[in-house]
């Protein structure tokens, strides 16, 4: 199995900061990589897709980027709304793997 | 919009079977290119995904569980369910329901539920 390592664990930013957390695969997974957010108690909700495309309706603070190995997610002037688990999905090999999960905290 | 939603006994004893039903709104299950899927997610911990069933009732199993899972679709009621066998705690879990596209990422998902495995 591919496996996916996020870094870090838990990440505290305040409202306006822009933040980033990376993912690393295990072997090369050329684009084929999901972002999501996911809030207490709630399902995930897809935000970015084939590494770098935002799903609609996503606001554009948010981004993606990388290839092969390694992605980063990117949110720009962080909001309320954005403190959240985050989690990346590859799927370029099945079984389809996460990875663990970035916690964005209130500072 | 395509909505997803969990159905299924919130505890289940060890040693028994673990059954849960998918109910989709919104949309055919019959469209080609979705795979609808099962996911769970251990307390406290990240996203394990389970497996996948096609309207045509072909399947794929994540390996891991394969020995343990069926899984089974009734597209004339918008349903897909999954069967665990023999569950243990360690098949406690939130157990989310969701639409994967062209077997790649899973939008949407379903709200979850929890089962717990316990005497």
């Known amino acids: 199995d591919i496996q996916m390592t996020q870094s870090p664990s838990t990440l505290s930013a305040s409202v306006g900061d822009t933040v980033t957390i990376t993912c690393r695969a295990s072997?090369?997974?050329?684009?084929?990589l999901a972002w999501y957010q996911q809030k207490p108690g709630k399902a995930p909700n897809l935000l970015i897709y084939k590494a770098s495309t935002l799903e609609n309706g996503v606001p554009s603070r948010f981004s993606g980027s990388g290839s092969g190995t390694e992605f980063t997610l990117t949110i720009s002037s962080l909001q309320p709304d954005d403190f959240a688990t985050y989690y990346c999905?590859?799927?370029?090999?099945?079984?389809?793997?996460f990875g663990q999960g970035t916690k964005v905290e209130i500072k | 919009q395509v909505q997803l939603q969990e159905s299924g006994p919130g505890l289940v004893k060890p040693s028994q079977t673990l059954s849960l039903t998918c109910t989709v709104s919104?949309?055919?299950?019959?469209?080609?290119?979705?795979?609808w899927s099962w996911i769970r997610q251990h307390p406290g911990k990240g996203l394990e995904w389970i497996g996948y069933i096609y309207f045509s009732g072909s399947s794929y199993y994540n390996p891991s569980l394969k020995s343990r899972l069926t899984m089974s679709v009734d597209t004339s009621k918008r349903q897909f369910s999954l069967k665990l066998r023999s569950v243990t705690a360690a098949d406690t879990a939130v157990y989310y329901c969701?639409?994967?596209?062209?077997?790649?990422?899973?939008?949407?998902w379903g709200q979850g539920t929890l089962v717990t495995v316990s005497s």
């Open positions: 919104g949309d055919s299950m019959n469209s080609g290119g979705y795979y």
């Open positions: 999905q590859q799927y370029n090999t099945s079984p389809w793997t």
């Open positions: 072997q090369t997974i050329n684009t084929w």
């Open positions: 969701a639409r994967q596209v062209s077997k790649t990422y899973f939008d949407p």
